[in-house]
């Protein structure tokens, strides 16, 4: 039963003639993904989903040779077909399938016939890519499925099997690509040839010379794992091709090879000419240039503008309104604000409006006298934006002391800027930056003004003395006016005050200041009439409103204050002297309420 069994192998093994010989004699299945090699495949993966196809003519002459004592046998004189493949991408890997499809097969030994021969199926995976590490590597397995039709040996007996490991590695525009594997196919034989499991290579290189064509050139090689004198050998041929890409899908690719000796698998030689539907894997669905799986934006195009032109996405700008005010609501002179984030920007005003791109952002205010303002704002929504922001003014301070003429200290208070009274015996009084007017009483006394300056995060010291009610002042409170003893003095023909008119108008903010009762002043400006009448009824209106604004910096309420110009239609005197006009031209306090 053992020597039946034997027998039963050998006869499976040994054919009686070529028509029962099963091997695949035509070696060369084109490559089915890659993008450079005809034949050698290349580790790159693609986006899930993605399907691709490819279809070739191919021609081979006498693909299948022995070599024998009687010298050259021929077994397959000619193939002409279509090679058919297509693949399909999912979570890394790569399920492909090939068909090659015969349209005539011509051998010495068996009838000329089309059919298809053995259907592949194969499943490839990358470990590492060539994009992020030093070279690209994947792994690749194929099943051969045995469904040959013709009688010329272009198919196996039974099923077979491929394990190969993949390397490739781009170099400027050449891309370096490597096969290494093994195939296991039922052992054939033929004379004293062999026909076993085999160890095969596929080496080459494809030149891009610009975008969407270029040239390659490949060796292929397969020998049996058998050693000694087995005429099987080594089959080896060398490929030229290139490729043209017709459109964005489809691309035209070809080449032509030589064989290297007579082994069995080596043909005198072969063509193939063939047309890939190959979509753009990472197609630029925008035209933006950057490609849908780096486009945050695929269906809207980046506008170039310097600000994260890398996004893909059109940077949409917003406005940030930016009010920085005191404690009074009014707008901070020399506030400096500033904008930093994705961009940085700077606005030197306390109201203003920035045009910026959107993200977070720290937001600053800063001016003299006042506490600078930070924080982090969000400006990734949508719509404007605005942000109106009280600053705390840096405290300063005073200090003020009241003594009688022989210098002795006195019972009397201070009053700052008409706010709450304080003991004038060195107390140490804070008030915010800025001028002030102050108001020094002590009873039996006459009111004792001053404007005195203090500066952000500084103590000022003043000692004054508060003199008799004998001795009068320059101004005084009357029952229907503030009487004033001399003239508010102008720069000529115009509204600017003369330094030596300040502390006459310090006792009238002094009085004011001490006497909250008077709540409306009406401030009268007075010209003579020399001059045009439209010049001086301007003049005067502007020097009553000089007077008013420097009563208000001294601080009296302006609610309370009230400017008007009379020109010249209210003289005091009618004589046409110069001491007439010069007691014409003056600034009257009268009182309102």
């Given amino acids: ?57 191919h021609y081979a002459n006498r693909p299948l040779r022995v070599q024998g004592d009687d010298g050259t046998e021929v077994l397959v004189q ?70 040959s ?39 054939q034989t033929w004379n004293e040839m062999v026909w076993d499991d085999q160890v095969f290579l596929r080496a080459g290189a494809g030149w891009e010379i610009d975008e969407g064509y270029g040239v390659s ?15 099987a050998g080594t089959a080896a041929e060398l490929l030229g091709g290139g490729w043209y890409g017709l459109t964005r899908d489809f691309v035209l690719r070809g080449g032509a090879s030589v064989g290297l000796g007579r082994a069995p698998g080596t043909p005198v030689g072969r063509i193939l000419v063939g047309l890939g539907w190959q979509p753009d894997p990472y197609p630029d669905q925008d035209l933006d240039g950057i490609v849908d799986k780096d486009d945050w934006c695929p269906h809207e195009p ?45 606005l030197a005003q306390s109201v203003g409006t920035i045009s910026t791109h959107r993200g977070q952002y720290v937001l600053r205010i800063e001016a003299p006298g006042y506490t600078p303002w930070e924080e982090s704002i969000d400006l990734t929504g949508n719509g404007d934006h605005l942000f109106g922001r009280t600053l705390a003014a ?7 002391w009241a003594v ?82 001399d003239q508010v003095h102008f720069d000529l023909n115009l509204a600017t005050i003369r330094p030596e008119s300040h502390g006459l108008l310090d006792e009238v903010a002094g009085i004011l200041l001490e006497h909250p009762e008077v709540t409306r002043v009406r401030i009268e400006g007075h010209t003579d009439d020399k001059g045009p009448a439209r010049f001086n009824q301007k ?36 004589r046409d002297t110069d001491e007439a006009r010069a007691a014409n031209r003056r600034v009257e306090f009268h009182l309102e309420s």
Avoid at 5 to 23: K, N
Avoid at 309 to 325: K, N, Q
Avoid at 428 to 452: K, Q
């Fill in 1 to 57: 039963m053992l020597i039946g069994l034997i027998a039963v192998a050998m006869a499976q093994d040994v054919p009686a003639s070529v028509a029962d010989l099963q091997i695949n004699g035509n070696l060369l299945r084109p490559a089915i993904g890659s993008s450079t090699t005809l034949w050698a495949e290349d580790s790159a993966t693609k986006p899930d989903g993605y399907v691709s196809g490819r279809t070739f003519f």
């Fill in 78 to 147: 000619d193939v002409v077909g279509l090679d058919v493949a297509g693949a399909v991408h999912f979570r890394g890997l790569r399920l492909g399938a090939h068909a090659p499809v015969y349209g005539w097969t011509s051998s010495p030994y068996a009838t000329d016939q089309p059919g298809i021969g053995d259907l592949t199926f194969d499943l490839q995976g990358q470990l590492f890519d060539r994009d992020v590490a030093p070279v690209g590597v994947a792994l690749a397995g194929r099943l051969l499925l045995p469904t």
């Fill in 149 to 187: 039709s013709v009688e010329a040996p272009l198919g196996a007996a039974s099923t077979g099997w491929e394990l190969a490991a993949i390397v490739d590695k781009p170099i400027g525009p050449v891309t370096l690509v490597a096969n290494l594997g093994t195939r296991g196919v039922p052992r």
């Fill in 217 to 231: 050139g490949e060796l292929g090689a397969q020998t049996n794992w058998s050693s000694g004198d087995n005429p």
């Fill in 302 to 346: 980046e506008d170039v503008d310097g600000f994260e032109d890398g996004d893909g996405c059109m940077d949409r700008v917003t406005a940030v309104a930016i009010e920085a005010r005191g404690h009074d609501g009014e707008p901070i002179p020399g506030a400096l604000v500033t904008l930093t984030g994705p961009e940085e920007h700077t």
């Fill in 394 to 400: 840096e405290v300063g301070s005073l200090r003020v």
């Fill in 404 to 485: 009688d003429e022989d210098g002795e200290p006195l019972d009397a208070m201070v009053r700052v800027s008409g706010g709450e009274a304080w003991p004038a015996d060195g107390t140490t009084i804070e008030v915010p930056p800025g001028e002030h007017a102050l108001v020094i009483t002590s009873p039996g006394r006459d009111a004792r003004t001053v404007s005195l300056y203090v500066e952000p995060g500084t103590t000022r010291e003043y000692s004054t003395v508060v003199r008799g009610a004998g001795d009068k002042g320059q101004a005084r409170l009357e029952s229907d006016r503030i009487e004033i003893d």
């Fill in 539 to 574: 003049l005067s209106e502007e020097r009553a409103e000089s007077v008013r604004r420097y009563l208000i910096g001294k601080g009296v309420a302006p609610e309370r204050l009230r400017s008007v110009g009379f020109g010249p239609t209210r003289p005091l005197h009618d």
